[in-house]
Each structure stands twice: as C-alpha cells, then as structure tokens.
C-alpha cells in the first residue's frame, strides 16, 4: 500500500470533501477518488460512504483511520531522520505536554544544543496519552509528561514534583481566587482536585487552555490564577507577580518516559542531561516555595 494513499484518506476527512483535499494534495478530484478506490481494493473493506449529509468514515474505516494517521506519522518521521542523516550523527525525537517546555524542557534543549551539537533535535507538544502512543509506535524516543501508564516495552522514571501556586499581578492576597481569577487548565487530576478545594466556584468567567503561556495574561492584566513555580519565579522575584497568602498548592509528579530498548546513540547521556536540569529545575522551585 502507497503511504500517499493513506495521507489520501486523512486528507478527505480532515477537510470533509473529496474536492476540498484535492486542493489540499494538489490533485484531481478524478486522482483522489482512484486512490480511495485502490486503498480499498487493498484492504477489501469499504471505507468512506457519501451522503448527503457529506463523508463519512464505515465501522471499517474507523478502524483503518487511527492506523492511517500512525502510517502517515512514522513515514514523515522517517523522511526526516534521513534528510538529517547526512550532518547528524542521529536524532532525538522528544515530545511533552505544552507546559513542561517553558521554563524547564528548553533549558535541557538549550543544553544539548551546546552539548550534542551534533545530534538534531526534534521537539514536538501533545497530550499525554497521545504522546505514550508515539514512543508505543516508535515515532517518538522520549516524552515527558505529567500522567504516564506503564506499558509493556517503556520506562517510567519519576523527574521531579511540580508545584502549582496561586500567583497574582492584582493588590489582592486573599486565599480565595477573587472576580478577576483566570483558571488555567493544567489537565484533568488538576480541574478535579480544584473542584474540590473551590467548591463555589463554578463558573470563573475566564478558562485558558494556554499552558505556561497564559501568564502573560497575568502580566498585561490584573488577575491571578495558578502556575508552577519555575514558570512564575522570575515575575515573583521582580514583583511582577506575588503569591496568595496561605492558598493551597497542588503537587504533580513529572515523569521521563522512554523505550526499554534504544536505537539512538549516547542516549545515557541525554537521560543524565535531562536529569540534571530537572534537579536544576526543581531546586530553584523549591528555593522560590521557602521564600515565600
């Protein structure tokens, strides 16, 4: 089976047309519809129906569909480990979720760039369970994550405990969120255990799905909500921001994810630099926390 025909499928219902992804591909509409045809001579299943309504996937589809995207993913991957080939040494695939990179996973890419010069870097943002996926399928040589299930094939180690401290650019210390109080999602265990702490309130008026970015909202605007200490350090220690008295702070482990079995080269030493920027990471947190 060509991988074009699969980006085929993708393409038809991401866009939900066969017109649409013609445009997408640079296509015929007549060349679309002779892929789909021959992936389905291929699989011998039919996999799109038309209606009126307009395309949909069959229960076969569904099921050939998350493959598709796989296929469509490890390809380009490929491509890109050999075009990289030619002046690196090797390739680092790295993924976390969007909040880890800020103020700690950056760091520790600054530092294989002075490091492993000679090793390219790719780095990626994704949910967790999507990212766990990846390093199943090979896509992905690390990932960095808040929740990690163990998996048969992966190594969980345990990096350091982030700490999320109710920060404000407002005159108001109080330890209940006032009127202008952003919440800001840091995932699922996060919103239940703040359910649970503020009971009353329900409707904030405000939710940013932003990560560690939506401080800057914080710094534009008088509000307060909740960040980790390494993201909001430096605005705590030039008075941008201050810490809520006595409000409840929520601790999440942070988790290094890998294969038991590695093909990339020195990968000892990357997991040493991790690690020790993690370290790094979480002192200067810790120093932040007694201070205040």
């Known amino acids: 089976m060509d991988v074009d025909h699969a980006r085929t499928l993708l393409a038809i219902i991401e866009t939900g047309s066969f017109k649409d992804a013609a445009a997408r591909l640079n296509l015929t509409q007549s060349a679309i519809s002779a892929r789909i045809k021959a992936l389905e001579d291929v699989v011998g299943q039919k996999l799109l129906v038309r209606s009126k309504s307009g395309i949909s996937l069959t229960s076969a589809g569904e099921h050939f569909y998350r493959h598709a995207s796989t296929l469509v993913r490890v390809w380009r991957q490929a491509m890109l480990e050999m075009a990289l080939a030619e002046h690196h040494v090797d390739q680092l695939s790295v993924g976390a979720q969007l909040s880890l990179w800020e103020g700690f996973l950056l760091k520790w890419v600054a530092w294989m760039q002075q490091a492993h010069h000679d090793r390219a870097v790719n780095a990626s943002v994704g949910g967790s369970l999507e990212l766990m996926d990846r390093l199943s399928e090979g896509s992905l040589d690390l990932a960095v994550v808040y929740r990690a299930a163990q998996r048969p094939g992966l190594v969980i180690e ?57 401080i800057n909202y914080l710094l534009d605007n008088q509000a307060s909500g909740y960040f980790p200490l390494r993201v909001a350090r430096p605005y705590l220690a030039d008075g941008r921001l201050r810490l809520v008295n006595r409000a409840r702070r929520f601790v999440y482990p942070v988790y290094a994810v890998f294969p038991e079995e590695r093909d990339v080269e020195g990968f000892g030493e990357v997991l040493a630099g991790l690690r020790k920027v993690a370290d790094q990471t979480f002192e200067a947190a810790q120093g932040e926390a007694q201070e205040a």
């Open 158 to 214: 345990h990096l350091f405990d982030e700490e999320l401290a109710l920060v404000t650019s407002t005159k108001d210390t109080r330890t209940i969120p006032g009127p202008r109080y952003a919440f800001v999602n840091w995932g699922p265990e996060f919103a239940g255990d703040h359910a649970e702490t503020f009971p009353t309130i329900e409707h904030t008026g405000l939710r940013l799905d932003l990560g560690a970015i939506a």
